[in-house]
C-alpha cells in the first residue's frame, strides 16, 4: 500500500545558519512543500535586512527544491508600526520568546506587561501578522505551559483580532484551551506525540530527547493525539526539529531540541496508520496550516511504502531520534 501526502508543511522549524544550514535545510526541502523558519539565530532576527538575507541563504541552502521558507522576526515590544508595515509582506508571522526560556532567546519578553505590549501587538492585530509563542514560565519545568496559560488567555482575550499561535503545545491544559479563544491556534510536534517525561529521563538519561518544552505525561501526550490524530482544524504540524551538534548534545549542559526533520513524515505516518486515523493526516500536515496562515504552498507529492528504514547514526554532525533505529515506512518517491 502507498500512502500519498500532498505539500506538506512543517509550521515550525529552525535551521540554524551557516554550515548547519547547509546541511539540515535540503533535508526539510527535498520532502516539504514549506516551513515557517524560526528567528532564534545568533543574534537573532530583528531586521528587515537580515530577514531578506537569511531567507536567501535558506533557499540557497535549499538547493533547487520547490520549497518556500514562510520567515519570522524575533518579537521585540519596540516595533513600531511604521516598521511592521514595511516588513509585513516579507513575514508570516512574528516569534515571542520570554527571555532566557530556551536556546537563544536571551533578548525575549521579560515580565509580559500588557502596557509595553500593546502598541506592538495593537500594530500587529491591524496589520494582520500572526503571533507565534513559546509559552513557558520561568516556573517549575513541568508546570512552565500550565502557567503560561494566563498569559495566553490575557493576550487572546485583550487582542481578539490577533492570530496567537501556541507554539509546540505539551499539556492537556495547552488543548483545552485552544477551544476557548477563536483566536488561538496551536503547533504540535512529532516527539512530543511520541514521548513523554519516561522516555526521557526515567532510564539512562537521553539527551537526544531532551528538549523545550520537556515532554510530559501520559495524559497530556494522549489529550495532543487526541486533536492532532482528528485533524482539529486549529491544530498543524510544526516539527520543532532544533539541531545540535553531536558536541552539544552529548554533554554536560546538554542543549534542548530534537532532530526529527528527515524522517518525520515516515513516523507521521506509522503514528498515524497505528491509531487508524490516517486519513486526517493530510489535514495536520498540510490542510490545516494553509488555512491558519493563509498561504499558497508549492505543490509537492510524497509517497511513502511500508518498507523497513535505518534511522541514519547522524547527519552531518548532529543525531537525530530514533539514531541507528528500524523505523516502519519509507519515503517511497517525491514528485
Ligand atoms: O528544544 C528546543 N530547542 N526548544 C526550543 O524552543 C528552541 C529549540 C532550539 O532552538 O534549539
Ligand atoms: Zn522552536
Known amino acids: 500500500m502507498s500512502i500519498i501526502l500532498n505539500s506538506p508543511l512543517d509550521m515550525h522549524l529552525h535551521l540554524r545558519d551557516g554550515d548547519m544550514l547547509k546541511v539540515v535545510a535540503p533535508l526539510s526541502a527535498t520532502s516539504f512543500s514549506g516551513a515557517v523558519i524560526m528567528p532564534n539565530l545568533i543574534p537573532p532576527i530583528t531586521t528587515k535586512d537580515e530577514l531578506i538575507a537569511y531567507r536567501k541563504r535558506v533557499i540557497d541552502a535549499s538547493k533547487d527544491s520547490a520549497f518556500t521558507p514562510y520567515m519570522t522576526l524575533f518579537f521585540k515590544s519596540t516595533y513600531s508600526k511604521e516598521f511592521l508595515t514595511q516588513v509585513k509582506d516579507e513575514i508570516s508571522a512574528i516569534k515571542l520568546y520570554p527571555a532566557g526560556i530556551t536556546t537563544n532567546s536571551d533578548g525575549g519578553v521579560s515580565g509580559f506587561n500588557i502596557d509595553e505590549l500593546k502598541d506592538t501587538l495593537n500594530s500587529m492585530s491591524e496589520l494582520n501578522i500572526p503571533l507565534a509563542i513559546h509559552g513557558e514560565t520561568n516556573g517549575f519545568v513541568m508546570d512552565r505551559e500550565a502557567e503560561f ?25 495547552s488543548v483545552a484551551l485552544l477551544d476557548r479563544y ?48 482528528k485533524g482539529h482544524p486549529k491544530v498543524m504540524f510544526g516539527s520543532d526539529s532544533a539541531p545540535h551538534p553531536q558536541h552539544a548534545k552529548e554533554a554536560s549542559f546538554c542543549s534542548a531540541g530534537v532532530f526529527t526533520a528527515p524522517i518525520a513524515l515516515q513516523l507521521l505516518t506509522e503514528l498515524f496508520i497505528e491509531n487508524s486515523n490516517l486519513d486526517n493526516l493530510q489535514k495536520f500536515i498540510s ?48 514528485k
Open 149 to 173: 496559560i494566563s498569559i495566553y488567555e490575557m493576550l487572546a482575550s485583550n487582542f481578539p483580532n490577533l492570530k496567537i499561535i501556541m507554539e509546540h503545545i505539551t499539556t492537556k491544559e
Open 287 to 334: 490542510t490545516n496550516g494553509q488555512n491558519i496562515y493563509n498561504i499558497k504552498v508549492p505543490k509537492k507529492r510524497v509517497i511513502l511504502e511500508e518498507k523497513s528504514f535505518i534511522v541514519p547514526k547522524k547527519y552531518g554532525d548532529v543525531v537525530p531520534i530514533y539514531a541507528g533505529e528500524e523505523i516502519r515506512y519509507t519515503i517511497k518517491e517525491i
Open 182 to 229: 477563536d483566536n488561538l491556534y496551536a503547533t504540535i510536534t512529532l516527539h512530543h506525540l511520541l514521548i513523554t517525561l519516561d522516555d526521557v529521563a526515567g532510564g539512562m538519561l537521553q539527551p537526544h530527547l531532551f528538549c523545550k518544552p520537556i515532554a510530559k505525561r501520559v495524559e497530556d501526550r494522549e489529550a495532543l493525539r487526541e486533536v492532532a490524530f
